[in-house]
C-alpha cells in the first residue's frame, strides 16, 4: 500500500492567517492526490483534486500544488468555518488511502 | 443535485455481519464513468478506504480487510451495499459511502451512519 504523511499533525491558528500543510507519499503517485476537509461531526467534503484543482463551489482561498511524492495545501487568510481536519488521499494505485489529517484550531 | 444516504442497523453483535445500503438520488449507478465507494472512520481516528463498485458490477476491496467485505449494486433501488463478515470491536466506526468521480475522486459523501459492535 502507498504510505500517505502529513505535517503538521495539528496547527493553531488565528482567523486571517496564511495556512501550509504538507502531504508525502510512500511512492509516485503523479498528480492522483486530492484534499479533503472534514468539520466535527460532518462528512469529508473534497477541496482540492489532481493536487491542485479546485472542487466545483470551493472558494478560491484554497490552493494544492505537487506532484510525485511531495504535496502541499494552502489556505489564503484562514476563516472560522475553516476550521476542520484536513486530509490528503492519493488514488494512483489501489487501495486508495489517505493521509492521517491535520487538525486545525483556534489560538 | 447528487446525494447519498447511508441506511442499517447501528448495533451489531461481534461475530456476526455488518450490512450497510447506500442510495443514491440525482444520479444513476448504472452510468459509466463512476465508482462507488465505502470508507469508515474509527471513533477519532483517520478515513480508510474500504472499496469501490463500478456500474459494471466490478469491485476492488481493500486487502487490509481480508475476505470478510462484499459490495453489491442493485441498479433496480439506485443503491450499492456493503457486508462484512465477522465483525469485531475493531469495526466500530462511522461509516462513509461516496462517489468517485471517474474512481478515487470522492466527490460526493453520505452523511454517514455509526455502527458499533458490541455484544
Known amino acids: 500500500d502507498i504510505q500517505m504523511t502529513q505535517s503538521p499533525s495539528s496547527l493553531s491558528t488565528s482567523i486571517g492567517d496564511r495556512v501550509a500543510i504538507t502531504c508525502q507519499a510512500s511512492?509516485?503517485?503523479?498528480?492522483?492526490l486530492n484534499w479533503y476537509q472534514q468539520r466535527p461531526g460532518q462528512a469529508p467534503k473534497l477541496l482540492i483534486y489532481?493536487?491542485?484543482n479546485l472542487q466545483t463551489g470551493v472558494p478560491s482561498r484554497f490552493r494544492g500544488s505537487g506532484s510525485g511524492t511531495n504535496f502541499s495545501f494552502t489556505i489564503n487568510s484562514l476563516q472560522p468555518e475553516d476550521i476542520a481536519t484536513y486530509f490528503c488521499?492519493?488514488?494512483?494505485?489501489?487501495?486508495?488511502?489517505f493521509g492521517p489529517g491535520t487538525k486545525l484550531d483556534i489560538k | 443535485q447528487v446525494q447519498l444516504q447511508e441506511s442499517g442497523p447501528g448495533l451489531v453483535k461481534p461475530s456476526q455481519t455488518l450490512s450497510l445500503t447506500c442510495t443514491v438520488s440525482g444520479a444513476s449507478v448504472s452510468t459509466g464513468g463512476n465508482a462507488w465507494s465505502w470508507i469508515r472512520q474509527p471513533p477519532g481516528k483517520g478515513l480508510e478506504w474500504i472499496g469501490y463498485i463500478y456500474y459494471s458490477g466490478h469491485t476492488y476491496q481493500n486487502p487490509s480487510l481480508k475476505s470478510r467485505v462484499t459490495i453489491s449494486l442493485d441498479t433496480s433501488k439506485n443503491q450499492f451495499s456493503l457486508k462484512m463478515r465477522s465483525v469485531t470491536a475493531a469495526d466500530t466506526a462511522v461509516y462513509y459511502c461516496?462517489?468517485?468521480?471517474?474512481?478515487?475522486?470522492?466527490?460526493?459523501w453520505g452523511k454517514g451512519t455509526t455502527v458499533s459492535v458490541s455484544s
Open positions: 488521499q492519493q488514488y494512483n494505485a489501489l487501495p486508495f488511502t
Open positions: 461516496a462517489r468517485g468521480y471517474g474512481s478515487g475522486r470522492m466527490d460526493v
Open positions: 511512492q509516485d503517485i503523479r498528480n492522483y
Open positions: 489532481d493536487a491542485s
